[in-house]
């Protein structure tokens, strides 16, 4: 006999995405699937784009964003409670389905916990294990019944593995198609510059302890360029960290800068300091030529290089050059290479050469056009709803 419509109950997905990066790429397929769907039920962790479209949220991004070795270990207590606790709402909850986005270290860990309660995993935008840690794969094939890759060279990785990926196209570039941006002339104006000088972008990070490590050599280096070239700056701020801590670092410094959205900062700027992660993929797709930097605690340094396997640390140069490549499209400033005089040198070798800054737009536009695709977000939301 069949159930009434009254009595079906509502499908339940759990989502887990534990970094501001990723909340933004699920919050388009969960937008979709909403749609499609909307009495299903979506819980786990995420932050403000997931909040929005009404998933209940046991932890916030905020909570969760613990990035490096020594201060992964630091939280460990905090951690470990996340875990008990997400453990314990999934049983309670019992999801029809879950969509686990990159933050490997826990998402693999509850990858295992839904195999053993029979509940099928949808992984979207897969750990780095061609990078790092590529042991992970074996717990992938045993535990992940879908595995949704951003970067075409992760199908043949996987493959090699004996493991069915999906290139579903990446959500940068879906995410970035959807903004609108005003002429360059009318923003200059809007904000005051002069039409002669030249912009440089300043990216310090979206997490608090890479704003601490990096922003104050890159005020430096700011300092040191605006001394040579007539140069205004924008600042792009993540919309959850308190401008109270730029703004400590820019009085500290002695430099003055104009705040607008990340995303103007790198349609608007002739060049961009920027700090590896998905900052340098965005940076990309709009083809501003770039310094990446990057700097962690010395322990951090001293773990990571022992552990990764690849000559570039930039998704910008991984796309641009190939997984495995020696050659850099953008150039990168590791650890104590980044610091305010070296930045600097980088930063006026590329605005003092045109044909430097043209050629690398070329090869950034170049790589942007491999990384398109049907929308990623309704095929992952396509996906689900096989499930759901």
């Known amino acids: 006999m069949m159930q009434s419509p009254q009595t079906i109950r509502p499908k339940k997905l759990f989502v887990l995405a534990g970094e501001v990066s990723g909340d933004l790429h699920a919050a388009g397929p969960v937008r979709e699937l909403l749609a499609a769907r909307p009495e299903t039920k979506v819980f786990g962790v995420g932050g403000r784009k997931l909040a929005e479209l009404g998933a209940e949220l046991l932890y916030t991004t905020d909570q969760m964003s613990i990035m490096g070795f020594v201060e992964v270990l630091k939280h460990a207590s905090f951690l470990r409670k996340v875990i008990r606790d997400l453990k314990a709402a999934i049983v309670r909850e019992k999801p029809d389905a879950a969509l686990l986005i990159d933050y490997p270290g826990m998402n693999l860990h509850l990858a295992a916990f839904f195999r053993e309660l029979g509940i099928p995993v949808i992984y979207y935008i897969s750990p780095q294990v061609w990078a790092w840690k590529e042991r992970r794969v074996e717990k992938i094939r045993a535990c992940v019944d879908r595995l949704l890759v951003i970067f075409d060279f992760e199908v043949d990785f996987y493959r090699r593995h004996g493991i069915e990926a999906e290139f579903v196209g990446n959500p940068v570039v879906e995410e970035l198609a959807e903004l609108e941006f005003a ?18 972008g300043l990216l310090p990070g979206s997490r608090k302890q890479e704003i601490e490590k990096i922003f104050p050599a890159m005020l430096g280096a700011a300092k040191r360029i605006r001394e040579q070239a007539d140069t205004v700056f924008l600042l792009g701020r993540a919309p959850h960290i308190d401008p109270a801590l730029y703004d400590r670092h820019l009085r500290e410094a002695g430099v003055e800068s104009l705040v607008c959205s990340s995303y103007e900062v790198m349609q608007y700027s002739d060049l961009a300091l920027v700090t590896s992660g998905t900052a340098t993929l965005e940076s990309l797709c709009f083809a501003v030529p770039m310094v990446v930097l990057y700097k962690t605690s010395p322990l951090n340094y001293f773990i990571g290089k022992r552990l990764v396997k690849l000559h570039n640390i930039a998704l910008a140069n991984i796309v641009a050059c190939g997984l495995l490549s020696e050659r850099q499209a953008v ?41 398109s695709s049907d929308s990623p977000s309704r095929h992952v939301a396509s996906v689900l709803l096989e499930y759901l």
């Open 331 to 371: 150039p990168e400033l590791i650890q104590h290479e980044a610091n305010a005089p070296e930045i600097a040198r980088t930063a006026l070798n590329i605005l003092g050469d045109p044909s430097v800054a043209s050629a690398m737009r070329r090869e950034l536009q170049e790589a942007r056009a491999r990384l």
């Open 183 to 200: 002429p360059k002339p009318g923003f200059l104006g809007r904000m005051g510059i002069d039409p002669a000088a030249r912009i440089v």
